[in-house]
């Protein structure tokens, strides 16, 4: 896939309503850019993506972190991960994987992406179309840190 941006994960905030209802957001910049991507997702990938970026493992392994160990073992490699779509207010992703010499292309939900390449250390990449129609530049005051 041609023209990938870079990003990387700046920020999990949670969002409250006027009813007080709240959601999660996880906000993906530009590397050496100033635009930046905020994708809904639930409380289990928040939460999972904050323990990843702090390096917080439990005794046990959570789904993300089982999914990276599984790839391991079974000698798959994750190379990179990709949210290249944007359909009806929805954001798709792909996970792209090397098994042997075979390149693969998974479909995946971009928080689950997000919190496996954080995991795995490997990149995350926005296609462009996707950036230049959701992407933003961030107000002056958002800002906070990353809670597990």
Known sequence: ??????????????????????????????????????????????????????????ERPLTHELIVKLFEEIGVKLEKVIVNDLINEVFYARLIIRKDDKLLSIDARPSDSIAIAVLA????FVSSSVMDRAGEEPPEDIEGDIEA
């Open 1 to 58: 896939m041609k023209n990938l941006i870079e990003v990387e994960v700046r920020n999990i905030l949670f969002i409250k309503n006027e009813e007080g209802e709240g959601s999660f957001l996880v906000i993906l910049g530009e590397k050496g850019g100033k635009r930046v991507l905020p994708i809904s997702i639930g409380l289990f990938e928040a939460q999972a993506i904050a323990r990843a970026k702090e390096g917080i493992r439990g």
């Open 121 to 124: 250390n490997v990149p995350i």
